[in-house]
């Protein structure tokens, strides 16, 4: 999850051509307006005198302060020319200084802090990282396909696992549909190897960054790795890493119950689902494992999280990676 030394510089890069890009516009636009209203721009050139006026008077009398009547002059000016922006039907504000984010003035820093928009960059970073852009071209609603599940009942008497994964998309859909409305939702997807858990989880993945919203996927294997590196190799480099598995809008954990459990995981694996469930982020964990056999693997404090918080979706029915590649040779 940390950036690369190269991701950091791209990024740096996109800041430098931003306020390039905008410093160019502000500069047209400063053309645009002399020669359309010729007056602004000896307004532009009184101001520039009598900011200099101001340093030098400041440079050679430091003892007095004489710079408010010429700052009183600057801004009647200021409004002088706004004045003449309107009245020539420009916005008023059409040569103030253009910035993409304000906060930050493109430079994506808020003096030692990473900008919410830098964040932002970086969250685009993992979100390539994780493959995710390309599986949700194929791993969508729109190419799910219930035809791989057996619509014969169970000898228990449970729907068959066609019904079954159907209520299981409406659910899913009233999740992606209450995701601003009632955030903090949790999904807790248990079933066997190839019945769709992953498949069923990064459709939803799609929906909600078609929404916007900031999503990170990882295997258990990845989370944890990330979660020891940043708690044993703490640096600059991953100084992020916890604040974004805590605060991005849905996270996604794969396959949990794979990865090498011991009390490191469990102490981290409750504070991470503890600490999004107190700020209302989304999670969403796929596994192998019932939730007697999570029970049995995991502290009773995960457990009773997951019970209290998640809702829980068991998928059941054939490898449907076996049922493809069967397909595949007729």
Same mark, same amino acid.
């Given at each position: 999850?940390?950036?690369?030394?190269?991701?950091?510089?791209?990024?740096?890069d996109?800041?430098?051509?931003?306020?390039?890009?905008?410093?160019?516009?502000?500069?047209?636009?400063?053309?645009?307006i002399?020669?359309?209203?010729?007056?602004i721009?000896?307004?532009?050139?009184?101001?520039?005198?009598?900011?200099i006026?101001?340093?030098k008077?400041?440079?050679?009398?430091?003892?007095?302060?004489?710079?408010?009547?010429?700052?009183?002059k600057?801004?009647?000016?200021s409004?002088?020319?706004?004045?003449?922006?309107?009245?020539?039907?420009?916005? $008023?504000d059409?040569?103030?200084?253009i910035?993409?984010?304000?906060?930050?003035?493109?430079?994506?820093?808020?003096? =030692?802090?990473? /900008?919410?928009c830098?964040?932002?960059?970086?969250?685009?970073?993992?979100?390539?990282?994780?493959?995710?852009r390309?599986?949700?071209?194929?791993?969508n609603?729109?190419? %799910?396909r219930?035809?791989?599940?057996?619509?014969?009942?169970?000898?228990?008497?449970?729907?068959?696992?066609?019904?079954?994964?159907?209520?299981?998309?409406?659910?899913?859909?009233?999740?992606?549909? @209450?995701?601003? =409305?009632?955030?903090?939702?949790?999904?807790?997807?248990?079933g066997?190897?190839?019945?769709?858990?992953?498949?069923? $989880?990064?459709?939803?993945?799609?929906?909600?960054?078609?929404?916007?919203?900031?999503? &990170?996927?990882? =295997?258990?294997?990845? %989370?944890? @790795?990330?979660?020891?590196?940043?708690t044993?190799?703490?640096?600059?480099?991953?100084?992020?890493t916890?604040?974004?598995?805590l605060? /991005?809008?849905?996270?996604?954990?794969d396959?949990?119950?794979?990865?090498?459990?011991?009390? %490191?995981?469990?102490?981290?694996?409750?504070?991470?689902i503890?600490e999004?469930?107190?700020?209302?982020?989304?999670?969403?964990?796929?596994?192998n494992?019932?939730?007697?056999?999570? =029970?049995?693997?995991?502290?009773?404090? &995960?457990?009773?999280?997951?019970?209290?918080?998640?809702?829980? %979706?068991h998928?059941?029915?054939?490898?449907?990676?076996?049922?493809?590649a069967? @397909?595949?040779?007729?």
């Open positions: 999850m940390a950036l690369s030394r190269t991701q950091y510089q791209a990024i740096m996109s800041y430098a051509r931003t306020r390039h890009e905008n410093l160019m516009e502000h500069q047209r636009r400063k053309e645009e002399y020669d359309a209203v010729p007056e721009r000896a307004i532009d050139e009184k101001i520039a005198h009598i900011s006026e101001a340093a008077y400041q440079l050679f009398h430091p003892e007095t302060d004489g710079r408010a009547a010429l700052r009183q600057i801004y009647d000016l409004m002088e020319k706004v004045n003449l922006l309107v009245i020539h039907q420009y916005p $008023a059409y040569l103030d200084d910035y993409t984010c304000p906060d930050c003035r493109d430079t994506g820093y808020i003096g =030692s802090e990473k /900008c919410h830098f964040q932002q960059h970086i969250l685009h970073v993992l979100y390539d990282q994780s493959n995710l390309e599986l949700i071209r194929v791993e609603f729109q190419n %799910f219930l035809d791989y599940y057996s619509d014969r009942p169970e000898r228990n008497g449970a729907l068959s696992p066609r019904e079954n994964m159907r209520e299981i998309l409406g659910r899913c859909r009233r999740f992606i549909a @209450s995701f601003d =409305s009632h955030p903090g939702g949790n999904l807790l997807i248990s066997n190897t190839g019945v769709g858990k992953t498949y069923l $989880a990064n459709c939803i993945a799609g929906e909600i960054l078609k929404a916007g919203k900031s999503v &990170i996927y990882m =295997s258990a294997h990845q %989370f944890f @790795s990330q979660l020891a590196d940043y044993f190799r703490r640096g600059q480099e991953n100084a992020d916890l604040s974004f598995l605060h /991005c809008d849905l996270l996604i954990i396959d949990l119950g794979t990865e090498l459990n011991n009390g %490191f995981i469990n102490s981290q694996l409750f504070l991470c503890n999004r469930i107190l700020h209302r982020k989304s999670t969403i964990i796929s596994t494992l019932s939730l007697k056999q999570l =029970s049995q693997t995991y502290t009773e404090r &995960i457990s009773s999280r997951f019970i209290e918080s998640y809702e829980y %979706f998928i059941y029915g054939e490898d449907i990676r076996i049922k493809k069967v @397909s595949s040779l007729d």
